[in-house]
């Protein structure tokens, strides 16, 4: 069988997604929790049968790694979201109000309106601006330290990335569910990304401007490491 790279097939009850990376130094498998499928890298197109063959002994593996993907947390009435890293109860104010946030004695809360994916996206849409303002003023912050130039910013739900910076048009695009995270994750997000604009690479160079912007950014690298995949389950 003639494989190609990007192709989806069925693969010992999975679903297996074929990439090739010239990069890569040997044949691997990587959990993509977010998509729910295994992703089999091989470093050109005439490998992915190898690659292929390799995943079909690991096929236990690749299931159990699966099943241990967080499960998506609704966004519904009852629920309970982190804002922060705090964890932020929603609840509906029935009618057709647009979600706004406030605390009550038990902590922080979303009230809102709207009902099923009504309700969800005006929940979501609430985060969205709360993402807006906070990666706002944190990459401004950035930008006035190194002294760097205004750039274009935008929020947006990527798959599984946390930000991108071009710094040839001077844009930054954030995931606005970093929101979720706690306040010093989500500088350290906004440090990541203004710091392509001087250096486009991960090179030590790199890194070292993040450090002068945020200190050991290797505690925040963990934390998205380790929980990102749950609040990229959010909703789904």
């Known amino acids: 069988m003639q494989y190609r790279n990007g192709q989806r097939l069925p693969l010992e009850g999975l679903t297996a997604r074929l990439s090739v ?9 990587r959990i993509d929790a977010r998509a729910g499928e295994a992703v089999l890298i091989a470093p050109s197109e005439r490998k992915l049968a190898e690659v292929v063959a390799f995943a079909r ?17 609704p966004i519904a009435p009852g629920a309970v979201i982190d804002l922060f890293g705090r964890p932020t109860r929603l609840i509906s104010t029935g009618g057709a109000g647009a979600a706004r946030l406030t605390e009550d004695a038990d902590g922080p809360l979303i009230a809102s ?9 005006r929940v979501e849409n609430l985060f969205k601006r709360v993402a807006r303002d906070t990666l706002q003023t ?15 910013m935008s929020i947006a739900d990527p798959k599984s990335r ?27 997000l906004a440090a990541h990304e203004v710091a392509h604009l001087v250096h486009a690479d991960h090179s030590p160079a790199y890194w070292a401007v993040v450090q002068r912007l945020v200190g050991d950014h290797r505690p925040f690298r963990k934390w998205l490491r380790e929980n990102g995949p749950a609040l990229h389950a959010v909703g789904r």
């Open 21 to 29: 990376n010239p990069r890569a130094r040997r044949l691997s498998i």
């Open 57 to 73: 002994t690991k096929a236990d593996w690749m299931r159990e790694r699966l099943a241990e993907r967080p499960q998506g947390t």
């Open 113 to 121: 309106g709207g009902e099923g994916e009504a309700y969800a996206r």
């Open 138 to 152: 944190r990459t401004d912050i950035h930008l006035r330290t190194l002294g760097q130039r205004p750039v274009k």
């Open 162 to 188: 946390w930000g991108s910076c071009s710094p040839h048009n001077r844009s930054i695009r954030y995931s606005w569910r970093v929101v979720m995270a706690p306040p010093a994750v989500i500088d350290y």
